[in-house]
């Protein structure tokens, strides 16, 4: 499903699941048992969204006509996607019952929700370009040290993090290795 909503694209197919949740429950607005699909998506962009779709049995119209309708019992399906913020999609991610790989995956956008030192030392691939002066300066590094170019990135991205969260500009600290 795809909707633009304040100039932003949602779209179920393009963006990435974090994870989801199934529940019935009966909806007074509905007046029916509603069973549920909640899906927790995040665009390339940054954006998080929720679709939902529902299905429910109810009466709706099957003739199309105003002045005499005739009304039969039929499963009925409502799809949409709300826009959330990060609060909202961390306390989704934070109440979903997730284990083995779908833990993983919901540990790659919200990191305080798992265990640190399962993947404490897990690497990930990212592919970075660096300007000439930056790649100078690099290779200079590895020359004198003993690190690796993955270490003396890591190193210089947490460094650069520790600041910024000391000086208030980042909030989040998922790790809690700042918070003395």
């Not at 939902?52 to 709706?60: G, V």
């Not at 590895?142 to 000391?166: F, G, H, K, P």
Request: overall charge negative; glycine content about 4%; proline content about 2%.
């Amino acid at each position: 499903m795809k909707k633009v909503i304040d100039g932003a694209v949602y779209n179920t197919a393009t963006a990435k699941k974090i994870c989801e949740q199934r529940t019935e429950e009966f909806q007074n607005e509905k007046g029916a048992d509603v069973k549920q699909l909640k899906q927790l998506f995040k665009t390339k962009s940054g954006k998080y969204f929720f679709f939902i779709h529902n299905t429910f049995i109810s009466y709706a119209c099957v003739n199309g006509d105003d002045l005499n309708p005739k009304f039969e019992e039929m499963e009925l399906e409502e799809k949409k996607i709300i826009p959330v913020d990060y609060g909202l999609a961390f306390q989704f991610a934070s109440e979903v019952q997730a284990s083995g790989e779908q833990q993983k995956i919901i540990g790659k956008y919200f990191p305080e929700l798992v265990n640190f030192e399962t993947f404490e030392h897990q690497k990930i691939q990212k592919k970075i370009y660096l300007s000439e002066k930056a790649n100078w300066y690099l290779e200079m590094m590895l020359t004198e040290t003993e690190d690796t170019n993955s270490s003396l990135i890591e190193m210089l991205i947490v460094q650069q993090y520790q600041r910024l969260y000391s000086e208030g500009i980042m909030l989040r600290d998922p790790y809690f290795e700042m918070e003395d």
